[in-house]
């Protein structure tokens, strides 16, 4: 960037009011910490400091503000903004509210006395006393609050609270600073990524979870999600449930305190079967393959080790998300076969104009369409998809090798108009082989395209006269 532009940048960060540029660095301090724009974000950040703090202040990233030291422990949990959350998660956007809800009403006098501890303490030991002092006052007042919740007060609380889900939100951020020490050493005692929850894993995570402070209906999901951050497939921790029901059967399972797991395992993959779901709406299909192994292991996996029944709220909810992810796919699919003959149907040479054009970003997304026809095939059993993705697949593979044959054939015409347009279609073909049959296939098909070449006609040459005999 130019010192021009700097200076103008500068000057337009130092006439905002002082409010809008505390809001700014908090912003671009929250972008750094996820890692989005960074470059940016640190560069806008550095002009902020210079405008609004004097050359000697400390110039460190002021990450660690005093809500976010209290609010800590609740890291592991928080989401971003999204309708529902299941046990054992946090709505980011709740944090705020309650901090200002703590220093006006809820623990006003801890609140001051906290602050003033963070100005006077240099050393660790005495910040982090601070902050524990604070989190069971937090603990406490919200205990109070959500107590009077229960005793007929909601509307009040609510319009001293804020939305709903900021409501919904304070009696497990309470319950997870009352047990946050309990939930930091049982996150120190799990092991690493486990790729298969075996029964090993399943008991040593069981004499873990055996604390009594770790047990309580608000704090279980919060331990269960620590152990499901572990899992290389979420939909496993259903296993904890099924070793203490000592059964398989739904109702046994959900007879126990750590039925949750399964409610837990069913809501997350419902939000993947919405991602999945927006992902196709907007044509993204990076990461579909994820997502449909996702859906068909924990579908399959929910089916298979837990007797659910057909008319339980389980059942239901299983059905609900197979007929979510089946409409989804459905219309997708069916709508590849045709997007391929259009790009490679060969109509009559005397309709093809200079005009005529095939947009690479229309082909490349093709091929992704057609590679999702074939990964749907490959998990349709578990997803209701499997007479559709049969169908498609099937009509795909017979009509891209015909077209591309006769394509490669269309290319031995002398007009060089219809030869131009013809070059576009075989590319086109040869990159949906690549996809559908693979790198061989489509390298024979480009090597054949190379040698239909327009057969040139050679000009009459006149007759040579014919030899006549030597006279004897």
Same mark, same amino acid.
């Given at each position: 960037?130019?010192?021009?532009?700097?200076?103008?940048?500068?000057?337009?960060?130092?006439?905002?009011?002082?409010?809008?540029?505390?809001?700014?660095?908090?912003?671009?301090?929250?972008?750094?910490?996820?890692?989005?724009?960074?470059?940016?974000?640190?560069?806008?950040?550095?002009?902020?400091?210079?405008?609004?703090?004097?050359?000697?202040?400390?110039?460190?990233?002021?990450?660690?503000?005093?809500?976010?030291?209290?609010?800590?422990?609740?890291?592991?949990?928080? @989401?971003?903004?999204?309708?529902?959350?299941?046990?054992?998660?946090?709505?980011?956007?709740?944090?705020?509210?309650?901090?200002?809800?703590?220093?006006?009403?809820?623990?006003?006098?801890?609140?001051?006395?906290?602050?003033?501890?963070?100005?006077?303490?240099?050393?660790?030991?005495?910040?982090?006393?601070?902050?524990?002092?604070?989190? @069971?006052? !937090? &603990?406490?007042?919200?205990?109070?609050?959500?107590?009077?919740?229960? $005793? #007929?007060?909601?509307?009040?609380?609510? #319009?001293?609270?804020?939305?709903?889900?900021?409501?919904?939100?304070?009696?497990?951020?309470?319950?997870?600073?009352?047990?946050?020490?309990?939930?930091?050493?049982?996150?120190?005692?799990?092991?690493?990524?486990?790729?298969?929850?075996?029964?090993?894993?399943?008991?040593?995570?069981? !004499?873990?979870?055996?604390?009594?402070?770790?047990?309580?209906?608000?704090?279980?999901?919060?331990?269960? $999600?620590?152990?499901?951050?572990?899992?290389? $497939?979420?939909?496993?921790?259903?296993?904890?449930?099924?070793?203490?029901?000592?059964? *398989?059967?739904?109702?046994?399972?959900? #007879?126990?305190?750590?039925?949750?797991?399964?409610?837990?395992?069913?809501?997350?993959? &419902?939000?993947?079967?919405?991602?999945?779901?927006? *992902?196709?709406?907007?044509?993204?299909?990076? *990461?579909?393959?994820?997502?449909?192994?996702?859906?068909?292991?924990?579908?399959?996996?929910?089916?298979?080790?837990?007797?659910?029944? &057909?008319?339980?709220?389980?059942?239901?909810?299983?059905? !609900?998300?197979?007929?979510?992810?089946?409409?989804?796919?459905?219309?997708?699919?069916?709508?590849?076969?045709?997007?391929?003959?259009?790009?490679?149907?060969? #109509?009559?040479?005397?309709? @093809?104009?200079?005009?005529? +054009?095939?947009?690479?970003?229309?082909?490349?997304?093709?091929?992704?369409?057609?590679?999702?026809?074939?990964?749907? +095939?490959?998990?349709?059993?578990?997803?209701?998809?499997?007479? @559709?993705?049969?169908?498609?697949?099937?009509?795909?593979?017979?009509?891209?090798?015909? !077209?591309?044959?006769?394509?490669?054939?269309?290319?031995?015409?002398?007009?060089?108009?219809? +030869?131009?347009?013809?070059?576009?279609?075989?590319?086109?073909?040869?990159?949906?082989?690549?996809?559908?049959?693979?790198?061989?296939?489509?390298?024979?098909?480009?090597?054949?395209?190379?040698?239909?070449?327009?057969?040139?006609?050679?000009?009459?040459?006149?007759?040579?006269?014919?030899?006549?005999?030597?006279?004897?």
């Amino acid at each position: 960037m130019s010192q021009s532009s700097i200076e103008r940048l500068r000057d337009y960060l130092g006439q905002l009011p002082p409010k809008a540029q505390a809001l700014l660095m908090r912003e671009f301090e929250r972008a750094i910490e996820r890692g989005e724009d960074v470059a940016v974000a640190g560069f806008v950040l550095e002009q902020l400091r210079m405008i609004v703090r004097a050359p000697t202040e400390d110039m460190t990233p002021r990450t660690d503000d005093p809500m976010r030291r209290v609010f800590r422990p609740l890291e592991p949990f928080l @989401v971003e903004s999204i309708p529902h959350v299941r046990p054992g998660q946090i709505r980011r956007s709740s944090l705020a509210p309650i901090w200002i809800w703590l220093g006006r009403e809820g623990a006003p006098d801890a609140v001051h006395a906290y602050e003033a501890a963070l100005a006077q303490a240099s050393a660790a030991p005495d910040i982090n006393a601070a902050v524990r002092t604070m989190q @069971v006052a !937090a &603990s406490e007042a919200i205990a109070n609050v959500t107590g009077a919740l229960s $005793s #007929g007060e909601r509307q009040r609380t609510l #319009g001293r609270l804020g939305a709903p889900s900021v409501v919904d939100d304070i009696a497990p951020i309470g319950a997870v600073l009352a047990a946050s020490d309990s939930l930091e050493k049982l996150n120190n005692k799990l092991t690493g990524h486990i790729r298969v929850f075996a029964d090993s894993h399943i008991t040593s995570t069981m !004499a873990a979870l055996n604390i009594p402070s770790l047990q309580t209906p608000q704090v279980l999901p919060f331990a269960i $999600s620590l152990v499901m951050q572990r899992l290389a $497939s979420p939909w496993q921790i259903v296993r904890l449930g099924i070793a203490v029901a000592a059964s *398989d059967d739904e109702i046994r399972v959900a #007879g126990t305190p750590f039925g949750v797991t399964v409610t837990m395992a069913i809501h997350d993959l &419902s939000r993947v079967a919405a991602e999945l779901r927006n *992902d196709i709406k907007r044509g993204q299909f990076q *990461d579909t393959s994820n997502h449909l192994k996702t859906l068909h292991d924990g579908v399959r996996g929910l089916r298979t080790e837990l007797d659910i029944r &057909s008319d339980s709220a389980w059942g239901k909810q299983l059905a !609900a998300i197979r007929s979510e992810i089946s409409n989804s796919l459905q219309s997708e699919i069916d709508s590849v076969p045709g997007r391929v003959r259009r790009l490679l149907r060969q #109509g009559p040479d005397k309709d @093809v104009t200079t005009a005529n +054009r095939i947009d690479p970003v229309d082909i490349e997304e093709t091929a992704a369409l057609i590679d999702f026809v074939a990964m749907c +095939r490959n998990y349709a059993s578990e997803l209701a998809i499997n007479e @559709v993705s049969l169908r498609a697949h099937t009509e795909l593979q017979h009509y891209v090798e015909k !077209a591309t044959e006769t394509l490669v054939e269309s290319l031995r015409t002398t007009d060089q108009r219809v +030869r131009t347009f013809r070059l576009m279609q075989v590319k086109a073909a040869i990159r949906f082989c690549e996809v559908m049959f693979g790198p061989d296939y489509a390298s024979l098909m480009s090597k054949a395209a190379e040698m239909a070449r327009p057969v040139e006609r050679k000009a009459a040459e006149p007759a040579k006269p014919a030899r006549q005999p030597r006279a004897g």
